[in-house]
């Protein structure tokens, strides 16, 4: 009971000094990385070596992601490349239903690219298409962050349902995980989806543009003045090639690392993880907007657009830091332990599994190891709870994806990235990000219940 109340009063306090007292969740984040630690009976040297490698272990895995896909978006906006692939999807999807849009490309874009890198890939897309038909950029952001949640953590390849279908002694038959997930994870996606729609009616279209070159994407106006200025716009190909070949290159990587090896064990194979790694996939992502860069002093022109790319993502860059620190010390405490004692006991069939995933993604941040802890932790019990057949299993995968996606708040990384990407006050982060993922979970749960009562 202790471990819980002092979680719920770290939360508490992170909300109140981010969104009440305004203070920057950089060190707000520290503060209760530091204190929750020693709160929670953790000797200090463990305390300061957690938020170390916290620290470094969240950007060692998505700093230079971020900074790449920070310069790309940049170069987007600079070279009007962003107002092409805004024009091009208007025209291709109509105007009519832009969070759908958003959502439903975040839903297709998650299944093989982890959500993070996905988010980072978007965003210029995002933000281009969100100023040009003057829509909420908040709006838009939580319709392509929950497009991209529902398929992280219910469709494999992504890592964390593969793992949970490994434990669960279901990871040769992936295909009836897919197929299950990939309905639940279409519903969660348009729950997510109308609830951004709550959000359309902020006057904050433009708010996530990275330059002042991106308001030209805003108004007829602008945009005629930034044709004259800068001539021809880039064509399709050029304009979507910089987040076109990451996604390439990740969903390439990711169908050669299934488990069933469709690519055998060679030289392709080894190539394709190589190129699909994310990092990788955003360098040369990079290396593709290239071309955008003014003919005439492109050196300068070059120099000037990673300023600016590294600049914009310093503050994202150190608060996901700060979130990924806060995460690794509640990770070093026994708090996941006593949850997954406490409630793997209750015996509520189906809805155990969510639970005790709910518990543990809320308590430390990760999906995927909320579903990996869990599906650990619930394997040895899926006779009690009568889940033992291979459609059992399957289900039991799907309640435990939608315990690990609620809810996202300060010590999960996505929520920061789609937070700060976004430029999103904290407080209205809480209100429309982390409510959504709550809001999803609970529908993942019910829907995966619902599925129980007509396949069991």
């Excluded at 979680?7 to 209760?32: D, E």
């Excluded at 272990?57 to 906006?77: D, N, P, R, Y």
């Excluded at 832009?98 to 978007?122: E, K, Q, R």
């Excluded at 899926?382 to 995968?397: F, N, P, Q, T, Y």
């Amino acid at each position: 009971m202790l471990y819980t109340l002092i979680l719920i009063a770290l939360v508490a306090f992170i909300v109140i000094a981010t969104s009440g007292l305004r203070l920057h969740p950089f060190i707000v984040l520290l503060a209760a990385a530091f204190t929750g630690g020693l709160a929670f009976g953790l000797p200090a040297p463990q305390v300061i070596e957690a938020i170390s490698q916290g620290f470094g272990g969240i950007l060692g895995s998505i700093g230079l992601v971020i900074v790449f896909g920070t310069i790309i978006g940049v170069i987007l906006e600079k070279s009007g490349a962003a107002l092409t692939m805004a024009e091009t999807l208007i025209r291709l999807l109509g105007r009519r239903f832009p969070t759908l849009t958003m959502s439903l490309i975040g839903y297709l874009v998650s299944i093989p690219v982890f959500c993070d890198s996905a988010y980072v890939i978007l965003n210029a897309l995002k933000n281009a298409v969100a100023a040009r038909m003057g829509v909420s950029v908040t709006a838009m952001s939580v319709a392509l962050a929950t497009g991209l949640y529902a398929t992280h953590t219910f469709v494999p390849p992504t890592p964390g349902p593969i793992a949970a279908a490994g434990n669960l002694g279901i990871g040769t038959n992936l295909g009836l995980v897919i197929g299950l997930g990939a309905v639940v994870a279409l519903v969660t996606a348009l729950t997510g989806m109308l609830w951004a729609n709550r959000f359309l009616g902020r006057g904050d279209a433009e708010a996530g543009l990275l330059t002042d070159d991106g308001d030209a994407i805003a108004t007829d106006d602008a945009f005629e003045a930034f044709r004259k200025t800068h001539g021809a716009l880039p064509g399709r190909l050029a304009a979507f090639a910089p987040i076109g070949l990451p996604i390439a290159l990740i969903c390439a990587g990711s169908i050669a690392a299934f488990p069933s090896a469709p690519l055998g064990a060679g030289a392709v194979t080894s190539t394709l993880k190589t190129l699909g790694d994310p990092l990788v996939a955003l360098a040369l992502g990079l290396a593709a907007a290239l071309p955008l860069l003014p003919k005439t002093e492109r050196r300068a022109a070059l120099q000037d657009r990673v300023a600016t790319g590294i600049t914009a993502a310093a503050p994202i860059l150190m608060i996901t830091g700060a979130g990924g620190a806060f995460g690794a010390v509640l990770k070093a405490t026994p708090l996941a332990d006593f949850i997954g004692e406490t409630l793997s006991s209750l015996g509520i069939g189906i809805f155990m599994p969510f639970i005790v995933a709910a518990a543990l993604k809320t308590a430390q941040g990760s999906s995927t190891v909320a579903l990996v802890a869990t599906s650990a932790l619930v394997a040895p019990l899926l006779g009690d709870i009568g889940l033992e057949s291979d459609m059992g299993r399957a289900l039991c995968v799907l309640a435990i994806g939608a315990g690990a996606m609620t809810v996202s708040h300060a010590n999960d990384s996505f929520f920061w990235v789609v937070s700060q990407f976004s430029r999103m006050p904290v407080a209205l982060a809480y209100r429309s990000m982390t409510i959504a993922t709550l809001i999803q979970g609970v529908t993942g749960i019910v829907t995966v219940w619902l599925m129980s009562l007509a396949l069991l």
